[in-house]
């Protein structure tokens, strides 16, 4: 028999383990925090890679829906210089292995694939404690608990499954995202749509980055990154939205107006998302009962995989608990020991990309880690 598996979190990674598990027929309860599906936005693009984030969508049996979602021409790329002239570009000809889609459209598919009742929104958990022979008890924020014998924290950056396991935090990584959104971009902002193209813009500089997706529905995303301290944004009102972008964008005075215009004719309020990380390699001894998947287990700053990798390990789990009914402790374990290295791999990799690109001719340095690629 197959023990039923509780899963605190219904983001992609704890959706695609309920997903595969219920392919495997094994029983699944999600507990959210969110109260519905539509409690917030989902975020923008995800490109989702054939070597990880795709192998799990064939692991859950799901990949002519997810065909069905790809934006067919997104995975083309251009990095602009601070004049706007375009030193690299890449179209997409259909052979890149990262289809585009949007985070929701994604998230709905999973959802849309589980059986009735499966996620318990409202849910928040606020703690959760070992009660010993590999039970646990999660406390809801309402005062309820649940109680389990096999218990997986899909709960993200800020888990509280993971100090059953770790005494890990993260810890902000030095860098920020400021967001913005540009709306009937070819209409409305033209030159600022020309200069993306019809996928994605990268336009680097020493401590500071210009990056914006084509998003579907004419839409562009601007994820303007700054190296800057805790203190340096909180110095910045974000509540006052002309005020906070104009901060912004004076990070990028004498940049060509296109891509200025990237923040300075944003439709919406500008977003603050400092990065976390937890240390690279973290990891634990084997508790009974209890494991994690995705940034919950592995947080790194944006790198491209944290979706993937996030519905990786859920997949990867479930076909580990199919792989060994009645055994938990062998199923996680197995589990546990791809994962560790797995993460560390991914994030060993970015750091060393970063280390490339932190040289006195950033741009340089990403044009030669795409045409490495290659």
Known sequence: MHTPVTIIGAGLGGLTLARVLHVHGIPATVYEAEASPAARTQGGMLDIHDYNGQLAIEAAGLMD?????????????????????????????????????QRAELRRMLLDSLPAGAVRWGHKVTSARALGDGHHEV?????????TSLLVGADGAWSRVRPLLSTATPEYTGTSFVEFYLFDADTRHP???????????????????????????????????????QDWFAAIDFTDAATATARIAREFAGWAP???????????????????????GHRWDRVPGVTLVGD???????????????????????????AHPGDIETALTEYEQA????????????????????????????????????
């Open 65 to 101: 829906e997810f065909r069905g979602l790809i934006l067919e021409g997104r995975e083309a790329m251009r990095i602009l210089d601070q004049d706007g002239a375009v030193l690299f570009e890449k179209a997409d000809d259909g052979t890149g292995g990262r289809p585009e889609v």
């Open 139 to 147: 406390t809801l924020a309402d005062g309820g608990t649940v109680t």
């Open 191 to 229: 030159a600022a749509a020309k200069a993306v193209g019809g996928g994605s813009l990268m336009a680097p500089a020493q401590g500071k980055e210009i990056h914006a997706h084509r998003e579907s529905g004419d839409t562009l995303h601007t994820y303007v990154m700054l190296t800057r301290s």
């Open 258 to 280: 296109e891509l200025t215009a990237l923040i300075t004719d944003g439709d919406t309020e500008p977003v603050l998302r400092p990065h976390y990380a937890l240390p690279i």
């Open 296 to 322: 919950a287990a592995h947080l790194s700053a944006p790198n491209g995989e944290g979706a993937n990798l996030a519905m990786y390990d859920g997949a990867e789990l479930g076909k580990a608990l199919a």
């Open 339 to 374: 994962m560790f290295p797995r993460a560390v791999e991914a994030a060993t990799d970015d750091t060393h990309i970063r280390e490339q690109l932190f040289g006195d001719d950033v741009p340089q340095g990403l044009i030669d880690m795409f045409t490495d690629h290659e």
